[in-house]
């Protein structure tokens, strides 16, 4: 494992594959809104987690290939009215370790998220597992429609960042966090892989004994 060149001042955290597993309540967003729509396609949880990490776009465009733009953009809607009618009742799986590791990581680091999620999808997060309190802010790739790389320079501007660095656990994440050219620190446990990475770890409590003791 390499070790960073200096302590960070701020963790940024991705969402899906790395604080939390919500991927069964996606899958009956998505499908109540094919249903909803008159689409015979479905997704299972298999074919959902291949496409986590990726910007909505991407997914619809995977998902739905021949389907005009347009549409799409109706039916991406509808998953999220749709994921939003689950929210009350869904039961995702917070990864052992990160509700403490947190807690101690938060009063040595300034801590923000940065997803490619819909809007308001970090909200979501933050108020189900009641830990708004510990983000110092967040970037959501449905506030915007732009890239992770971008969101990166934008949370690092507006915050103020010296040194950040990006956790996640995709490709993906590895690749936008080298275009923002922020390390990045990868959490094998999660729905991708990759082998470009600065940090790696298999469990939130080795990043946070890490963190802590940097």
Partial sequence: MKKLIERPDSLIFDMDGTLWDNVNTYVQAWNAAFEAHGYTVRVNRESLMGLMGKEARQILNIVMPDV????????????IVQYEKLIPTMKPIIYPGVMEGLQK?????KLLLLSNCEEGGLVNFMEHTQTTHLFLDYMEHGQNNMPKSHNLNLLRTRQNLQSPVYIGDTAADSYESALAEVPFVF????????????????TFK?????????
């Fill in 68 to 79: 005009p733009t347009k549409e799409q953009d109706m039916l991406f809607d509808d998953v």
């Fill in 206 to 214: 080795e990043l946070t004994d890490y963190f802590i003791t940097l």
């Fill in 187 to 202: 959490m094998t446990y999660g729905f991708g892989d990759t082998d470009q990475y600065d940090l790696q770890f298999n």
């Fill in 105 to 109: 990581l938060h009063a040595k680091y």
